[in-house]
């Protein structure tokens, strides 16, 4: 059974930054890609960035282009999202999750595996 644990939601002003964490449990961790999304209140959860197993090539949603930048670290089993000059509309609960497959996709049914996630909120 994949566990995954996210971390380093919290509030901040707009133009901020956060760097999220997710941890993930059981073995393979480099296999698989990985990737992030949100979901804000009355809305669908969305695609954000998702990175490949070997973390070579990463694929974003286009409102955080330039802003936000997913990395991992296979050896600590973790997926990072560092996420600059945020704006209240990037206010949301972050998921991560762990794709079907070793190959970056930004589509929510190629991904078995998901966190609890971790709010974060933008202030105005």
């Known amino acids: 059974q994949v566990q995954l644990v996210e971390s380093g939601g919290g509030l901040v002003q707009a133009g901020g930054s956060l760097r999220l964490s997710c941890t993930a449990s059981?073995?393979?961790?480099?296999?698989?890609?990985m990737g992030w999304f949100r979901q804000a209140p009355g809305k669908e959860r969305e695609f954000v960035a998702a990175?490949?197993?070997?973390?070579?090539?990463?694929d974003y949603a286009d409102s955080v282009k330039g802003r936000f930048t997913i990395s991992r670290d296979n050896a600590k089993n973790t997926v990072y999202l560092q996420i600059s000059n945020l704006k209240p509309e990037d206010t949301a609960v972050y998921y991560c999750?762990?794709?079907?497959?070793?190959?970056?996709?930004?589509?929510?049914?190629?991904?078995?595996?998901w966190g609890q996630g971790t709010q974060v909120t933008v202030s105005s």
């Open positions: 999750a762990r794709a079907k497959h070793g190959i970056q996709t930004a589509a929510i049914s190629d991904y078995d595996y």
């Open positions: 059981g073995r393979l961790f480099g296999t698989y890609a």
């Open positions: 990175i490949s197993w070997s973390g070579n090539t990463a």
